[in-house]
């Protein structure tokens, strides 16, 4: 092979190079994109979890317990029923639902609730009775036959609580145990010492402080309030 061959030879191998190299481009170009819109589209989800998991801290720490313990069984969101109907008071009760598979605005609704009944969830659940079964008398509601309590009954509930503290209606009764299916809510509303008290508000401080130290992406979520 002469020389003039060994030239023809390079100089096609650069033309063609320059033929793909566009497609080269066109092709790391799409991925580019398709890899900035999937960590678009996780972002969200990411951030909707970890909201989630601040709301479901708040509702342990204010209530100290856990959150599958944070509502007696008659108030805990059911399994749907026909057409994902929600089970009426008049029918047979279904199976309650894991936490894992309540609603973003049911737990931000209970979060809010706690924090103004800091240690006194006997009181919610005494005032969410009441409001559930004033849903069902009144029928105003388009889910009024439902037997479990509604976001929309946390959060009644919570503005009358807070009308009541406001005008200094509202005495706390401090509780030392979370609440469990198997107990009567009379159970769950006892008197404590100074000290229990005392002890009670320690603990509930540092896991406030704890979930309110900054997150990954430097913000930090209070419930009640957008993030």
């Known amino acids: 092979m002469d020389s ?22 066109d092709q790391l170009r799409t991925e ?12 969200p989800v990411e951030k909707s979890k970890s909201h989630r998991a601040k709301d479901a801290g708040y509702v342990e720490a ?23 109907k929600r089970v009426g008071h008049n029918q047979q009760d279904k ?16 979060a809010n609730l706690s924090m103004i009944t800091q240690d006194d969830n006997a009181y919610a659940y005494k005032k969410l009775f009441e409001q559930v079964k004033y849903r069902q008398r009144k029928r105003m509601h388009p889910e009024h036959y439902a037997r479990e309590a509604l976001t929309s009954d946390i959060e009644a509930v919570t503005v009358e609580v807070q ?6 209606r509202y005495v706390k009764h401090i509780r030392t145990q979370g609440h469990s299916d198997g107990e009567r809510l009379g159970n769950v509303e006892v008197e404590t010492t100074d000290g229990d008290v005392v002890n009670s508000e320690t603990r509930r401080a540092e896991r406030l402080k704890i ?17």
């Open 62 to 84: 204010n209530w100290d317990c856990k959150l599958i313990n944070s509502l007696p069984a008659e108030l805990k969101p059911r399994s749907p029923g026909y057409k994902g």
């Open 163 to 168: 009308r009541l503290t406001d005008v200094g």
């Open 211 to 227: 979930l309110q130290e900054p997150s990954e992406d430097g913000s930090t979520t209070v419930a009640g309030t957008q993030p």
């Open 4 to 25: 003039s061959d060994s030239e023809e030879t390079l100089n096609l191998g650069a033309l063609l190079e320059l033929q793909h190299r566009p497609r080269l481009q």
């Open 95 to 110: 199976k309650r639902l894991p936490p894992g598979e309540w609603t973003k605005a049911f737990i931000r609704a209970l």
């Open 32 to 43: 580019k994109t398709a890899d900035k819109s999937l960590a678009h589209m996780q972002q």
